[in-house]
């Protein structure tokens, strides 16, 4: 994720941390508010990342790279048996 700071820049997030961005706010049930503060990202960010995970929770097609490594893989799988399937074999 390439998340614009409160500065105005842009920084790139590791898959994890966007993950336990959303375990913080679902699980520990932290606001989007205190997290934006504290880790200097705009609230838009974090409510993207919500977001997606929520969706990749209900089954719902993914908007973006899925964030848990159990639907990476699924997707890489999936991105393989496509390719793969479509090759010709001359």
Not at 38 to 65: C, F, N, W
Request: hydrophobic share 30%; proline share 6%.
């Amino acid at each position: 994720m390439v998340s614009a700071t409160l500065s105005g820049t842009c920084r790139p997030f590791a898959p994890n941390l966007k993950l336990e961005v959303t375990r913080m706010i679902n699980e520990q049930g932290q606001s989007i508010q205190s997290l934006s503060e504290s880790m200097r990202v705009g609230h838009t960010a974090i409510q993207y990342r919500l977001q997606h995970y929520r969706s990749e929770q209900s089954g719902q097609p993914a908007i973006d790279k899925p964030l848990t490594a159990k639907l990476q893989r699924i997707r890489k799988l999936n991105w393989r048996s496509n390719t793969f399937g479509r090759m010709s074999p001359y």
